[in-house]
């Protein structure tokens, strides 16, 4: 069965960095593109990056770019998500998500990143 888990939130200081990890099993990790989403507290969940299947195209919201880094390996089946200069406004419960072309669609169960003082 597939399974998506994320790890490595916490709560860090302005200007600090995380890095979050997701750790993917029960499908052919290397055959999908992959996602890091976000929702922040009252809000709706948005889309921070995406990385194609062999990790040669990276896309990332407007608001984390040049701080945020995703990154994948293939070989162990898993997802990161480095993040530097870490603002409050990326107060957030961070999850991995892929979708397959039939519209089913996974998500880990989040970790909680907090920013603050």
């Known amino acids: 069965q597939v399974q998506l888990a994320e790890s490595g939130g916490g709560l860090v200081q302005p200007g600090g960095s995380l890095r979050l990890s997701c750790a993917a099993s029960?499908?052919?990790?290397?055959?999908?593109?992959m996602f890091w989403y976000r929702q922040r507290p009252g809000q709706e969940r948005e889309r921070v990056g995406f990385?194609?299947?062999?990790?040669?195209?990276?896309t990332y919201l407007s608001s984390v770019q040049g701080r945020f880094t995703i990154s994948r390996e293939n070989r162990n089946n898993m997802l990161y998500l480095q993040m530097n200069d870490l603002r409050p406004n990326d107060t957030a419960v961070y999850f991995c998500?892929?979708?397959?072309?039939?519209?089913?669609?996974?998500w880990g169960q989040g970790t909680q990143v907090a920013v603050s003082p």
């Open positions: 990385i194609t299947p062999d990790g040669d195209r990276i």
């Open positions: 029960g499908f052919t990790f290397g055959d999908y593109g």
């Open positions: 998500h892929f979708r397959v072309s039939d519209g089913r669609t996974y």
